[in-house]
């Protein structure tokens, strides 16, 4: 209990019977000290280079995948993940963000991660999915290289586009939740998955510069542990043997609490009466 930390503990036991009673205490514990915490903070984009998206597309005669020149946007208001067939061309679109996630304690275990987006618009004519990786915030800023036609799954495995609300928020539990990182930034890349489309599939969200609209934010969940505590004796230690010139004693390390692991040295002393060093 709360109560507990800081003190020490022990159990007082009782035994009746028609005689009468007689009770006995325990050792007392090491000090009783706080278990882990669960918080959960928000981390939002802080500038607006850190949210857009790359772009490539290509005249439908040209065919699959798209081959003109990435061009990177991170200007506007909104930003995209996309894998079109519209106005006569293929378009790809990958968007990305990433947070600064440096304030979270070094000692902190990320035990789960939200992706929160404002969806301004969506289509999904070929049932698609949102997907997502962890992606190195080195990377910033966005430029022509972080352009992916497909990227991997490792921070969002697919989130169905049907079931995505368009003009809302929409959170989405992210897989691989060590990827955040405890000292620096924290990178994600978006994409609409799937190989050709036969018509439009987009995700449209809300970036840092939308005038009326939440930008993206990760929420992040973690427990940081309990803090060290010293060596408390729990038990005394134990020489065992028979006291007499010539014989063996060996001695035992007796019973401790605290942080482990626990290393033991052993010190034998003489005492008549007074005890010293041998």
Same mark, same amino acid.
């Given at each position: 209990a709360a109560a507990d930390v800081g003190a020490t503990v022990r159990v007082?036991? $009782?035994a009746s019977n028609v005689a009468g009673s007689s009770s006995a205490s325990s050792a007392q514990t090491g000090t009783v000290t706080a278990g882990s915490s669960s918080t959960t903070v928000s981390f939002s984009v802080a500038a607006g280079s850190d949210d857009g998206d790359v772009a490539v597309s290509g005249p439908l005669a040209g065919g699959y @995948? @798209?081959?003109? %020149?990435?061009a990177p946007f *991170? $200007?506007?208001?909104?930003?995209?993940?996309? +894998?079109?067939?519209?106005?006569?061309?293929?378009?790809?679109? %990958?968007?990305l963000g990433r947070f600064d996630t440096s304030s979270l304690p070094d000692n902190a275990t990320v035990t789960s991660v939200k992706l929160r987006l404002f969806v301004t618009a969506k289509t999904d004519a070929?049932?698609?999915?949102?997907?997502?990786?962890?992606?190195?915030a080195g990377s910033w800023p966005i430029d022509a290289g972080d352009w992916a036609l497909t990227i991997p799954t490792s921070a969002l495995p697919g989130a169905d586009i049907s079931a995505i609300a368009a003009g809302a928020s929409n959170e989405f539990t992210l897989t691989n939740p060590a990827s955040v990182s405890l000292t620096g930034l924290t990178g994600l890349r978006l994409q609409v998955d799937g190989g050709a489309p036969s018509g439009d599939?987009?995700?449209?969200?809300?970036?840092?510069?939308? $005038?009326?609209? @939440?930008?993206?934010?990760?929420?992040? *969940?973690?427990? *940081?542990?309990a803090a060290s505590s010293p060596p408390v004796s729990v038990s005394a230690p134990v020489v065992s043997g028979v006291a007499q010139e010539g014989?063996?004693?060996s001695a035992s390390s007796g019973s401790w609490s605290g942080t482990v692991p626990i290393s033991y040295a052993y010190q034998w002393? +003489?005492?008549? @009466?007074?005890?010293?060093?041998?």
């Open positions: 007082v036991v $009782t @995948p @798209p081959s003109g %020149t990435a *991170t $200007t506007g208001q909104v930003f995209t993940a996309a +894998r079109r067939l519209a106005f006569g061309s293929y378009q790809v679109f %990958t968007g070929n049932n698609r999915n949102l997907v997502g990786e962890w992606y190195d599939n987009y995700v449209q969200i809300a970036a840092l510069e939308h $005038t009326s609209q @939440p930008e993206p934010q990760l929420i992040v *969940t973690y427990t *940081t542990g014989q063996t004693l002393q +003489r005492c008549s @009466p007074a005890c010293v060093d041998v």
